[in-house]
């Protein structure tokens, strides 16, 4: 079959939407399918890539709790992705038997709904990752309750865009999302768009990874940072915990190596890079300080060797919003069959999807100073200490025990038959 992979935010090999896409290109062609990747003509040409969209990734915030505004952006899109149609026609290549979307922004998921209603009957899977309310951080007013609300409205109307397109057309449409957090966020929305409550599916990046455990003769790692170094990801924290570190004597630092992972495309400071270039020299060996690409197999068996992770995520920011690194950790040291603890704030998202697999969660009690690093220093060593015999639960089985791509060929099988 001809499957499409809608992602018209994939305009960087940094990030996840690299991984995953490329994740899903070599497991559905290997199952036989004739697979293409729509992505933004930023993107250098790559196999089964095919440049399509521009300017309708992660664009003008400000839009996406405007409804003029997101109906603006999908019609842009929605006329790029007819071009690409087009020119198939014009070639003689058939329609997509299979319609493939993760990760949709609201006003994204309305330009696939307003393609959709004229195209021929296809199956249509879409993987939800955003919450309802999500901004991304991108509106700020006087009332963000009411930001949040008219972000409700958006997605709302994207779920209705997109089942009146599917019972128009005659689309199979299957809506799933890798967090039951989320799932629970829409099911208001998809109730009264008369959709289904939705599938909870393997998280889309980690899940079904292959490791090897650590030897018992391997010094554990603790994991600082892994890549962005966008606002709200922990990585002021995690400086202020490495600068802590080099401020102790030497014989007070815990007897593990520290893991750094800086690789990102919003650029380091001149003063933060150089932060990291001392705590290298100072603490040699100690310091796994990684500032390159790292393939995903490399960073599986690198968080397969960390008991201990820390994500000092904003709460505010990701109080309903997913981690792929979360989850690539914890995928990560369940299938090394180890224990897994994260060091953070407490209250959000990544705490209450962490426990519901059994990973424990050590929520800082500071409040006054983000950046103390002590502090953090601290709640990494209580962490250490603290690990015990793995207890992850069967939802983790389900979320980290199988690769999505499994999950989409299952559904293309449902297709079939």
């Known amino acids: 079959m001809r499957v499409v992979i809608v992602d018209p935010s994939y305009a960087s090999p940094v990030g996840h939407h690299q991984e995953l896409n490329g994740a899903l290109l070599a497991a559905l062609t290997a199952a036989g399918h004739s697979v293409e990747i729509w992505a933004d003509e930023a993107l250098a040409e790559a196999p089964g890539l095919r440049r399509v969209s521009c300017g309708c990734g992660y664009v003008d915030q400000r839009h996406w709790a405007d409804l003029a505004g997101s109906l603006h952006l999908a019609a842009r899109l929605r006329r790029q992705f007819e071009t690409a149609l087009a020119t198939d026609a014009a070639a003689g290549i058939p329609e997509p038997a299979v319609w493939l979307a993760h990760g949709l922004l609201p006003f994204q998921q309305i330009a696939l709904a307003q393609l959709l209603q004229h195209q021929p009957p296809a199956r249509v899977v879409v993987s939800l990752m955003f919450a309802p309310g999500e901004t991304l951080s991108g509106m700020a007013g006087p009332d963000p309750t009411r930001l949040r609300q008219q972000a409700g409205t958006i997605s709302r109307t994207a779920h209705q865009a997109l089942v009146q397109a599917c019972r128009q057309a ?133 968080l397969a060797h960390c008991p201990v992770a820390l994500l000092a995520y904003s709460p505010s920011t990701y109080a309903e919003r997913s981690s792929g690194v979360l989850w690539c950790f914890g995928a990560a040291r369940h299938a090394a069959g180890l224990p897994a603890q994260a060091v953070g704030y407490g209250g959000h998202w990544l705490q209450s999807e962490a426990e519901s697999l059994g990973m424990g969660w050590r929520a800082a009690t500071m409040v006054a100073d983000s950046l103390d690093g002590e502090s953090w220093l601290g709640g990494i060593e209580q962490a250490m200490t603290a690990i015990a015999e793995p207890v992850w639960l069967p939802a983790a089985d389900q979320a980290l025990g199988r690769p999505f791509a499994a999950w989409v060929l299952q559904q293309l099988q449902l297709a079939r038959g």
Request: proline share 10%.
């Open 170 to 302: 005659g689309h199979q449409l299957v809506l799933g999302s890798s967090s039951a957090t989320t799932l629970a966020l829409h099911a208001p929305l998809l109730e009264a768009a008369a959709l289904p409550a939705g599938q909870l599916h393997p998280a889309v990046v980690g899940a079904g990874c292959q490791v090897r455990p650590p030897a018992a003769a391997d010094s554990p790692l603790v994991l600082l940072h892994w890549g962005d170094r966008k606002p709200d990801k922990g990585w002021q924290e995690a400086l202020a915990a490495l600068r802590a570190l080099m401020l102790r004597d030497p014989v007070q630092r815990p007897p593990w190596r520290w893991l750094f992972h800086s690789y990102s495309l919003q650029p380091w400071a001149p003063q933060e890079r150089e932060l990291l270039h001392q705590a290298s020299q100072q603490l040699g060996d100690a310091l796994l300080w990684l500032d390159g690409p790292v393939t995903s197999a490399e960073m599986q068996q690198l």
